[in-house]
């Protein structure tokens, strides 16, 4: 029975061994590119004198972070497990204020972990040397397999820590690997994305239906090439309103700052504050001045003062838009002073000023010494001349609301069709004729009229 049973356990035995293979795998070890994943072999721990500790417990505590955030760590222990190492580490300040923020936000994005590992590695050498050692060498090997040359004069605190397993110097910048740096650009470049790049909608030219055309490039300061109605935001009429799209990139003015200037001086001055509370309060048209100047356009103000504003009625402010409609007839999109306007209505004696409400111009004439804008009770005088100048924004301050001519005019009362009556009336038309033509014809009156064809 006993023979049996030590039959059936060697027979087991000798199953097993036939399945196991004949050659086991080997142990793999942890290089020092891998991406921070735990090692199977079984390597040497770190004690608290080694130089890892060292860098974490120090004061550099920005290139600390990054190794943790890299993971690291375990590739730096099986590193110095091997040999003694050599760290070159940046201040907090090179990198935190020295490096570009894009750059910096390209390092921690999780895609670009790869770029970052490289980065660190660059300034680990896989030996120890000191500052007299590695002043003296002009290239350094490093753990990413490329070649470090050390700018002159980098290393700020030399030899400033000192462990059995290895040293750390101090440096005043952060050092880049061309590896690194070309993944940058290609990031930049975006040549490596097939999406669309985003681009805003269209612009279309309302009067004539078609695509307008990108202005051209304008030097620095110089005044833009297109008008300032197509820089202007879209009314409510022209909805949907085009999509946000690249800057413009010609902000040569701090616009915004020159009109709270100019706000400013009209509350100062006195007798402008209802101007001022529409401007900024009940409409966003400072805003949009502000963008205009910044643009590069200039703006001439017709300020009406507070006793005239006060004579408009509830209904003419009620409707939606009518503030913001009345202001744009009171901007001219040229840059007039109370002296240009008065020289230009003396000499031509009737001007026409084109407003940012098209397509209403305003009328300005020589009266009584001073610029009077509009015709008949509409009318009105330049009051306070030259209240703001600054070169961009001129602000002139007047005594009367304006308002285009047509809605001056009363509606004449239509008729309906059906209640027309066919006019009776018959007009003749009379033959203008020359002065030499009659006191001729005259002249010839005794020979006779019916002779002369013409005087007839």
Do not use: W
């Amino acid at each position: 029975m006993d023979g049996q049973i030590y039959g059936v356990a060697f027979l087991l035995l000798l199953c097993i061994a036939t399945a196991l293979p004949e050659n086991p795998l080997p142990r793999t070890t942890l290089s020092s590119s891998t991406t921070g994943a735990s090692s199977t072999s079984a390597g040497i721990g770190i004690n608290s004198n080694s130089v890892l500790v060292a860098l974490l417990d120090s004061h550099y505590t920005e290139l600390a972070e990054l190794v943790e955030k890299a993971l690291l760590l375990q590739t730096l222990e099986d590193a110095v497990g091997r040999q003694n190492i050599t760290i070159l580490a940046p201040r907090n300040e090179a990198i935190d204020r020295l490096v570009d923020p894009e750059f910096k936000r390209f390092l921690l994005e999780p895609r670009n972990l790869p770029s970052l590992q490289s980065l660190l590695l660059y300034h680990i050498i896989p030996s120890r040397l000191h500052s007299r050692t590695i002043s003296r060498q002009t290239s350094h090997l490093t753990l990413t397999g490329e070649h470090l040359e050390l700018p002159a004069g980098s290393i700020s605190d030399p030899d400033v820590i000192l462990r059995p397993d290895g040293v750390i110097h101090g440096i005043n910048q952060l050092l880049i690997p061309r590896s690194v740096q070309q993944d940058y650009n290609r990031r930049r470049s975006l040549a490596d994305i097939s999406a669309v790049l985003p681009t805003g909608a269209p612009d279309v030219d309302p009067r004539t239906h078609r695509l307008k055309k990108p202005a051209p490039p304008v030097p620095l300061g110089a005044p833009p090439v297109l008008p300032i109605y197509d820089a202007m935001a879209p009314g409510p009429n022209l909805a949907p309103a085009p999509a946000p799209g690249p800057g413009s990139g010609k902000h040569h003015f701090d616009g915004h700052s020159q009109v709270k200037d100019f706000i400013q001086t009209l509350l100062l001055y006195g007798g402008y504050n209802e101007l001022a509370d529409i401007l900024v309060n009940l409409t966003s048209l400072a805003t949009e001045m502000g963008r205009l100047v910044s643009e590069g356009y200039v703006l001439t103000v017709l300020a009406p003062n507070d006793e005239a504003m006060a004579k408009l009625t509830t209904d003419q402010l009620s409707e939606p838009g009518a503030p913001e409609q009345i202001m744009y007839y009171h901007m001219i999109p040229e840059y007039q002073t109370e002296e240009s306007m008065y020289n230009a209505v003396r000499r031509f004696g009737k001007i026409k000023y084109d407003t940012l409400r098209l397509p209403h111009k305003v009328v300005a004439r020589e009266a009584d010494g001073s610029v009077k804008f509009g015709s008949g009770e509409g009318s009105a005088y330049l009051f306070d001349p030259d209240i703001y100048t600054d070169g961009r924004i001129s602000v002139q301050g007047i005594d009367s609301v304006l308002f285009p001519p047509e809605e001056n005019a009363p509606a004449e009362e239509v008729t309906p069709a059906a209640d027309r009556k066919p006019s009776t009336v018959t007009r003749h038309t009379k033959l203008r004729r020359g002065k030499l033509l009659e006191t001729a014809c005259k002249l010839l009156g005794d020979f006779g009229r019916s002779r002369f064809v013409s005087c007839q």
